[in-house]
Structures are given as C-alpha cells and as structure tokens.
C-alpha cells in the first residue's frame, strides 16, 4: 500500500487520480500509523514551507515521515514535498525542514518573474529509476517561488532553466522528489506515477 500524506495543503485529490488512472492503489491519510504500515510514502503539497511543517508536526506526521524515509521505504516527493526534505527554508524567515538533505530553500532572485508557472523542461543529470522512458529535457509543469540547493551535488538528478539552472528534482536511494508536478504533467507525468507504482512493488 502506498499512502500519500494528508497535512492539509495540496491537490491530494490531482494525485490520487493520478495515481488510480495508471493502476496504481493509494491510501490517502494524516494518520501517523498508517505510514508506520505502508510500503511507501508520497508527499505532495503546495504552499508555504512553514505551514508545511507545522501541519505535519501537529498531526504527529513528522517522525512517521522520516521513519520510513531511514528504513528504506520508497518515498516520492512532490514541489514542497521535495523542499521539506531539506534543512531548511529561507520563506518568511529561517524555518527547519526535515533535514534529509542537507542545504536550503530559496526565493527566485529579484527582477524575475514568480512564480515560476507552466511547463518548462528538465534536464537529466542522473537518470531515477522512476524516469524509465522519459526523454531527457522532456517538458513538466511546474508552479512555485522558492527551490532547493542540496549542499551535496551528487543528490542533483535533475536540473531546469529559469533565468538560470535550479535543481528540479533529486535523488538518493529510495528517495525521488520533484519540484514539478507529475499529477498535472499529463502523460510523461503519469509516466513518472507509474514507475514510482512499479518501483515499490520489487523494493
């Protein structure tokens, strides 16, 4: 069973259709045990850093996350799903995430345009199992202001162009996350669920 995590931010309901559309079955929920039970963990979200971990800290979420983070379960990530993985958040003031990665969270500069909405390609750097058979600079959709900058590069799977290159996803072990948006990237991001679908049944 794959639970996707219910902390009160986010279209759980885009990513659970995603999901459900290439045949894979998930459990939406905010209980701390059901992650504990489950074979992997998705994390979705939109929002604000800060809301993000308050939320999943007052739902008793947080252990429950990086307890199957550590014991090895495979985790997907998704926009802040992805930025909660690090130490910490630069939005609205210093914030500490969930310090899987080690490095920050960042604005876009000044003088840009944010957020950073709509469809822009990614750049393969290390090719994750659940990319198998997406081309590479392939498009996503993507709607966010701030991103992440690992302290250790070799988490970097893939980078994207925005006035500049930005890490839009990364990759470790069991851990995938994207700062795109699988669940509104139509059909490479079905793709994507898919895979993630097929990679937690031979973990």
Same mark, same amino acid.
């Given at each position: 069973? #794959?639970? %996707?995590?219910?902390?009160?931010?986010?279209?759980? &309901?885009?990513?659970?259709?995603?999901?459900?559309?290439?045949?894979?079955?998930? *459990?939406?929920?905010?209980?701390?045990?059901? /992650?504990?039970?489950?074979?992997?963990? %998705?994390?979705?979200?939109?929002?604000?850093?800060?809301?993000?971990? &308050?939320?999943?800290?007052?739902?008793?979420?947080?252990?429950? @996350?990086? !307890? +199957? #983070?550590?014991?090895?379960?495979?985790?997907? $990530?998704?926009? /802040? $799903?992805?930025? @909660?993985?690090?130490?910490?958040?630069?939005?609205?003031? !210093?914030? !500490?995430?969930?310090?899987?990665?080690?490095?920050?969270?960042?604005?876009?500069?000044?003088?840009?345009?944010?957020?950073?909405? $709509?469809?822009?390609?990614? *750049?393969?750097?290390?090719?994750?199992?659940?990319?198998?058979? %997406?081309?590479?600079?392939?498009?996503?959709?993507?709607?966010?202001?701030?991103?992440? %900058?690992?302290?250790?590069?070799?988490? #970097? +799977?893939? *980078?994207?162009?925005?006035? $500049?290159?930005?890490?839009?996803?990364?990759?470790?072990?069991?851990?995938?996350?994207?700062?795109?948006?699988?669940?509104?990237?139509?059909?490479?991001?079905?793709? #994507?669920?898919?895979?993630?679908?097929?990679?937690?049944?031979?973990?």
């Amino acid at each position: 069973m #794959i639970a %996707v995590v219910d902390y009160g931010m986010g279209n759980l &309901r885009s990513v659970e259709k995603g999901f459900q559309k290439v045949g894979v079955d998930v *459990t939406v929920t905010s209980h701390p045990q059901v /992650l504990d039970d489950a074979e992997a963990v %998705v994390l979705p979200g939109v929002g604000a850093f800060r809301d993000c971990i &308050r939320n999943l800290t007052d739902l008793s979420l947080t252990d429950a @996350v990086v !307890r +199957s #983070i550590q014991k090895g379960k495979p985790y997907l $990530g998704i926009c /802040l $799903g992805m930025q @909660v993985l690090f130490s910490e958040s630069e939005e609205f003031g !210093r914030c !500490r995430g969930l310090d899987i990665f080690r490095g920050k969270v960042v604005r876009f500069g000044t003088g840009m345009k944010v957020p950073h909405m $709509g469809w822009n390609t990614v *750049t393969i750097e290390r090719r994750p199992p659940v990319f198998d058979g %997406v081309d590479d600079n392939s498009y996503f959709y993507f709607v966010h202001s701030f991103y992440v %900058v690992p302290d250790d590069t070799a988490v #970097i +799977s893939g *980078t994207t162009d925005y006035n $500049g290159r930005f890490t839009s996803m990364v990759w470790k072990d069991n851990v995938f996350a994207t700062q795109f948006h699988p669940e509104k990237s139509q059909e490479l991001g079905l793709k #994507i669920l898919k895979a993630f679908g097929e990679f937690v049944k031979k973990a």
